[in-house]
């Protein structure tokens, strides 16, 4: 059973770009939450989304959105990126809301120079 | 509101020593699970274990053991005789049961040294 895959692993973007993270979850599983990690903020949640609703927002700016397909990958996009947009961000998929818990990807490392 | 406090930032231990991480927790929900995840260099958060509020038994799982008392809002997790496999950073999560709103904390690096 595949786990959950992050495209891409490491992306570099200059300030004031745009980038698209991927996510696809674990066949089967309907939710999908990203959430950014950083040294001084640590993990933070910024959204979930379930069967193509978003249900639940972090507290981070509207450059920071999402998206969900029918087959439940997930898409998120940032824009107008800033250099402390930096960070680890992780994919996590479960089977349903409520379920208890994730499963984690192994993340993109986006770096804004 | 949720919030999870693992006081400890970092733990350095020797080979075969036992270490036990703290956390605590705060949240308005009756109903809850609460989860350790350990974070290797490699960056994938790996589920260790998740207990719901309702159940109160500690659990032993090889080396790991956990220890959640409700009365204290504590959710602490053992690791006995420590290998250096065992380094990374632990994570103490929190949400509620209708719903996948994670809160972390922010983690405890355990070091393992031969």
């Known amino acids: 059973k595949a786990g959950v895959t992050q495209t891409p692993r490491y992306l570099i973007k200059t300030r004031g770009q745009q980038v698209t993270l991927s996510c696809s979850p674990i066949?089967?599983?309907?939710?999908v939450s990203w959430y950014q990690q950083t040294p001084g903020q640590g993990l933070q949640f910024l959204f979930e989304?379930?069967?193509?609703?978003?249900?639940n927002k972090g507290n981070f700016p509207g450059r920071f959105s999402g998206r969900q397909f029918s087959n439940s990958r997930s898409e998120m996009n940032v824009s107008t990126l800033e250099l402390g947009d930096s960070a680890l961000y992780l994919c996590?998929?479960?089977?349903?809301?409520?379920?208890?818990?994730?499963?984690f990807g192994s993340g993109t490392r986006l770096t804004v120079v | 509101a949720q919030k999870v406090t693992q006081a400890q930032t970092e733990i350095s231990v020797v080979e075969k020593e036992d270490v036990t991480l703290d956390c605590v927790y705060e949240?308005?929900?009756?109903?809850?699970?609460l989860f350790w995840y350990k974070q290797p260099p490699s960056g994938e958060l790996v589920f260790l274990i998740r207990?719901?509020?309702?159940?109160?038994q500690n659990e032993i799982s090889g080396r790991y053991s956990w220890n959640f008392q409700k009365s204290t809002s504590s959710f602490n997790f053992t690791i006995t005789a420590s290998q250096v496999v065992d380094s990374a950073v632990y994570f103490c999560?929190?949400?509620?049961?209708?719903?996948?709103?994670?809160?972390f904390g922010a983690g405890t690096r355990l070091t393992v040294k031969p």
């Open positions: 066949s089967g599983h309907r939710s």
């Open positions: 207990r719901n509020s309702f159940d109160e």
């Open positions: 999560a929190l949400s509620p049961y209708y719903n996948n709103d994670m809160r």
């Open positions: 996590a998929s479960s089977p349903g809301q409520g379920s208890g818990g994730y499963t």
């Open positions: 989304y379930f069967s193509e609703t978003q249900r």
């Open positions: 949240t308005r929900d009756t109903t809850y699970y």
